[in-house]
């Protein structure tokens, strides 16, 4: 079944363009969401130096995908778009490094692979990946093997917090 990830039949997405923000996961069944002003509650900080407007897609809870076999597929937390750039995020808030980085590229990789089947991914000139871990924000070492598999999709995979647009 067809997905357009932009559609939004929940009334989840939002826009933002103040120059810097974050990316919280309340956790549950809500979706994740931007936040101007509590940057305690911020898994991710996004640097809009130019104050773009951002276009915010919550994924869990929001964005049903569903593989081509009928089961429900993973989703990550957070689709950042602006005309010209596209960042996949999932937002972790794990003591474990290797379990969020592995965790949390899987996510990634299946919003990734189900992305591409509905839209054209290279009509972004920028496409980015990042898992970022609240609590172990500079504490994974990339996996050559998953950096090269994103790599050949044509998306920049990353491990940290910060997010520069």
């Given amino acids: 079944m067809p ?4 559609s939004d039949p929940l009334s989840c997405n939002r826009s933002i363009s103040h120059t810097q923000f974050g990316l919280c996961d309340p956790g549950g069944n809500l979706p994740a969401y931007a936040d101007a002003n509590t940057p305690a509650s911020w898994i991710a900080t996004v640097q809009n130096k ?32 602006t005309p010209g750039m596209i960042f996949f995020v999932e937002l972790k808030d794990r003591r474990d490094p ?48 998953k950096l090269q598999q994103f790599r050949d999709e044509g998306v920049k995979l990353l491990y940290q917090a910060t997010i520069p647009v």
């Fill in 3 to 6: 997905v357009d990830f932009f």
């Fill in 50 to 81: 130019n104050a773009l407007t951002i276009l915010i897609v919550p994924g869990d809870h929001c964005l049903p995908l569903v593989r081509s076999n009928g089961q429900m597929a993973q989703c990550c937390d957070v689709i950042m778009r």
């Fill in 98 to 145: 290797r379990s969020a980085r592995r965790r949390g590229t899987e996510q990634l990789w299946e919003t990734l692979l189900i992305f591409k089947e509905n839209h054209d991914l290279f009509a972004y000139a920028r496409r980015e990946a990042y898992v970022s871990n609240k609590r172990r924000p500079h504490a994974t070492v990339p996996s050559p093997v």
